[in-house]
Structures are given as structure tokens and as C-alpha cells.
């Protein structure tokens, strides 16, 4: 019964949100840059998971699923598209270039793109996740970076993917936040749900949850939703694949950096509270208190900001 109303509900706030509010063009992905690594080419651009071609990066229309057991894509009206093959390789943060089917979002493996983290993990697998965060202010200074906030689902045991509701700086839009939800990456391509322009100050949640039955200890489709509840946007994948994974590893929430010349490239707050947490397991049993633990990266990372993280009533990460 639980596990209905949380589907049931979720999809009817939504479907009745996207009514009122419209949708919003996507902009463009931001490209590599100048401060890009010397072995990541011009014309890439910078996803939650490292740097990929252009052509490898798939923006999804609303209602569209990513189906494993097709390798297709879904849309709306029934029809099917095939999941496209990525023709190029892919870069990590630190410039280490990924070819074929070697599997780079495994932490700390993309580098010190991943700054800071707080998680947990399980033997059994988890079923559902939610955290609410506030967007911060904009940075004080522009550099052309790219900060994500986020919380996530990954397989430990065996990581292909990792499913994500993010907030964005200089993602999808030019000089501001966005929200967008992503799963990454079959065929060595990026799937991003239709991004929605948020404002400073508005209160995020992000939330993935299995659409299977309570006790379903591996489910092949997730929803993932980001959602402003202030202004009332989302983005959504509805029924994405897990690309066979287990979710296992949950993460609290992440820091995750792009081209960070000074400590003014953050936001101008200093920190960032993932608070409200709620996790539940595989058979939809809420977990009254998640072993959460912070990870810190930032060891011999230039410029050093005053990374950190606290807890246990809300992830609190510093920067």
C-alpha cells in the first residue's frame, strides 16, 4: 500500500504541475573549455559524469523511458528509438580517457571531479531515497566552472550506472542553475530528462524510487524526479532502466566540480545542507538511522576552499 501512494501521488502532482507550469527549453551543455585537461578535445562538453562528445549526450522529451531489455528508448506515444552507441570516447575530470565499454562513473575513479560525498551502503539493496536541499547563491566569481549538487544510487559491487536528480551551475544554462534528472551511461551515452531553470533560494527535492513490487530486491526501472517545490518545475525519467544494477550504495548527497580556478567559483554560502533525508529498503521499510559517512576528495586539489562535511541530522557539505 505504501509503495502505491508514493508512485500514484508522485506521478498525479507531477503530471498536474506540468499543466500549470509548461516545460522550458533545454539550453545546451556546457563545453569543456579552456581549462578543460589537455587530453579532453574542444568540442566535448561537461556532464555529471566526466566529459563526453556532443552526439553522446541524450536529451530526453518528456515522458520518454530508457529501456534496457529493448535497448531502446520509448516515447510517450509508443514508438521506440534504439539506445544510440556512443562512436567516441569519454573523459574522466582529471583528462584519463574511457573507450568501449570500461566503466568510469565508479567513485573516486572520475577523479576529483567528485570533491566531497557522504554515503551508505547495504547487502540487500535499497528501494527509495529523498533529500530536500535550498539553491544556493550564485558565485561570486565566473569562470566558466561547473558546480553539481545531488544526491545518487549506484551498484558497488558492480557499477555501470548511477542515477541522479541534480542541481546545476552553469550546466544547462548559461551562468545560472537548472535541475535535471540523469542516468548514466548504456552504450557509453548520457540520458538527461528535460532540464527546468530554478531560482536562489528555492527548496529542491530529489527522489528515486523502484517501480517494482515492496520486496523486489533487484527492479530494472526507476523513477527519478527533480523537483523545485517553490516554483513547481521538475524533470523527471519515468520507468528509466537500472541498467541491470543493484543499488546497494545510496548517497546522501555530492559535490561535484568542473574548472574551479578560485574558492569564489562556489557558491557564495559556503555550504550546502542535504537535510530531510529519508531512505528506505528494498521491501519499503523506511531505515530509521542510515550509517551515512562522509568522503572527502580534495586532498592536493588547487585551490583548497575548506572542504568538509558534518553530520548526523542533515549532510552539511563545505566549501
Given at each position: 500500500?505504501?509503495?502505491?501512494?508514493?508512485?500514484?501521488?508522485?506521478?498525479?502532482?507531477?503530471?498536474?504541475?506540468?499543466?500549470?507550469?509548461?516545460?522550458?527549453?533545454?539550453?545546451?551543455?556546457?563545453?569543456?573549455?579552456?581549462?578543460?585537461?589537455?587530453?579532453?578535445?574542444?568540442?566535448?562538453?561537461?556532464?555529471?559524469?566526466?566529459?563526453?562528445?556532443?552526439?553522446?549526450?541524450?536529451?530526453?522529451?518528456?515522458?520518454?523511458?530508457?529501456?534496457?531489455?529493448?535497448?531502446?528508448?520509448?516515447?510517450?506515444?509508443?514508438?521506440?528509438?534504439?539506445?544510440?552507441?556512443?562512436?567516441?570516447?569519454?573523459?574522466?575530470?582529471?583528462?584519463?580517457?574511457?573507450?568501449?565499454?570500461?566503466?568510469?562513473?565508479?567513485?573516486?575513479?572520475?577523479?576529483?571531479?567528485?570533491?566531497?560525498?557522504?554515503?551508505?551502503?547495504?547487502?540487500?539493496?535499497?528501494?527509495?531515497?529523498?533529500?530536500?536541499?535550498?539553491?544556493?547563491?550564485?558565485?561570486?566569481?565566473?569562470?566558466?566552472?561547473?558546480?553539481?549538487?545531488?544526491?545518487?544510487?549506484?551498484?558497488?559491487?558492480?557499477?555501470?550506472?548511477?542515477?541522479?536528480?541534480?542541481?546545476?551551475?552553469?550546466?544547462?544554462?548559461?551562468?545560472?542553475?537548472?535541475?535535471?534528472?540523469?542516468?548514466?551511461?548504456?552504450?557509453?551515452?548520457?540520458?538527461?530528462?528535460?532540464?527546468?531553470?530554478?531560482?536562489?533560494?528555492?527548496?529542491?527535492?530529489?527522489?528515486?524510487?523502484?517501480?517494482?513490487?515492496?520486496?523486489t530486491l533487484s527492479?530494472?526501472?526507476?523513477?527519478?524526479?527533480?523537483?523545485?517545490?517553490?516554483?513547481?518545475?521538475?524533470?523527471?525519467?519515468?520507468?528509466?532502466?537500472?541498467?541491470?544494477?543493484?543499488?546497494?550504495?545510496?548517497?546522501?548527497?555530492?559535490?561535484?566540480?568542473?574548472?574551479?580556478?578560485?574558492?569564489?567559483?562556489?557558491?557564495?554560502?559556503?555550504?550546502?545542507?542535504?537535510?530531510?533525508?529519508?531512505?528506505?529498503?528494498?521491501?519499503f521499510a523506511k531505515?530509521?538511522?542510515?550509517?551515512?559517512?562522509?568522503?572527502?576528495?580534495?586532498?592536493?586539489?588547487?585551490?583548497?576552499?575548506?572542504?568538509?562535511?558534518?553530520?548526523?541530522?542533515?549532510?552539511?557539505?563545505?566549501?
Open positions: 500500500m505504501f509503495r502505491i501512494c508514493i508512485s500514484t501521488y508522485s506521478r498525479l502532482l507531477i503530471a498536474i504541475t506540468l499543466l500549470v507550469a509548461g516545460l522550458t527549453a533545454a539550453q545546451a551543455q556546457m563545453p569543456a573549455g579552456p581549462r578543460r585537461p589537455a587530453a579532453v578535445p574542444a568540442d566535448y562538453v561537461i556532464t555529471p559524469f566526466g566529459y563526453f562528445h556532443s552526439s553522446c549526450v541524450t536529451h530526453l522529451a518528456k515522458g520518454d523511458e530508457v529501456r534496457q531489455d529493448q535497448n531502446a528508448i520509448r516515447h510517450a506515444n509508443g514508438a521506440f528509438d534504439n539506445i544510440h552507441v556512443c562512436a567516441y570516447p569519454h573523459y574522466k575530470a582529471d583528462g584519463e580517457k574511457i573507450t568501449g565499454d570500461e566503466r568510469a562513473v565508479k567513485e573516486p575513479t572520475i577523479g576529483h571531479a567528485w570533491v566531497e560525498y557522504a554515503s551508505t551502503t547495504t547487502t540487500a539493496s535499497y528501494g527509495y531515497l529523498y533529500a530536500y536541499w535550498t539553491v544556493p547563491p550564485a558565485p561570486s566569481t565566473n569562470d566558466g566552472q561547473t558546480v553539481y549538487l545531488f544526491p545518487g544510487m549506484e551498484d558497488y559491487k558492480d557499477i555501470v550506472t548511477i542515477i541522479q536528480p541534480v542541481l546545476g551551475w552553469n550546466s544547462d544554462y548559461a551562468s545560472a542553475w537548472g535541475i535535471a534528472s540523469w542516468n548514466c551511461c548504456a552504450s557509453g551515452t548520457v540520458f538527461e530528462a528535460p532540464p527546468q531553470p530554478v531560482t536562489a533560494g528555492d527548496t529542491i527535492l530529489g527522489y528515486m524510487f523502484d517501480t517494482c513490487a515492496a520486496g527492479c530494472p526501472t526507476w523513477d527519478i524526479v527533480t523537483w523545485d517545490t517553490t516554483s513547481g518545475k521538475f524533470s523527471q525519467l519515468i520507468n528509466t532502466s537500472s541498467q541491470g544494477q543493484t543499488f546497494n550504495w545510496a548517497f546522501a548527497g555530492a559535490l561535484e566540480v568542473y574548472n574551479i580556478a578560485q574558492c569564489g567559483d562556489y557558491p557564495a554560502n559556503g555550504s550546502i545542507s542535504f537535510h530531510d533525508l529519508g531512505l528506505y529498503n528494498y521491501k531505515i530509521a538511522n542510515p550509517a551515512w559517512s562522509v568522503t572527502n576528495l580534495s586532498s592536493g586539489l588547487t585551490p583548497q576552499c575548506g572542504y568538509g562535511g558534518s553530520l548526523p541530522k542533515q549532510l552539511t557539505l563545505t566549501y
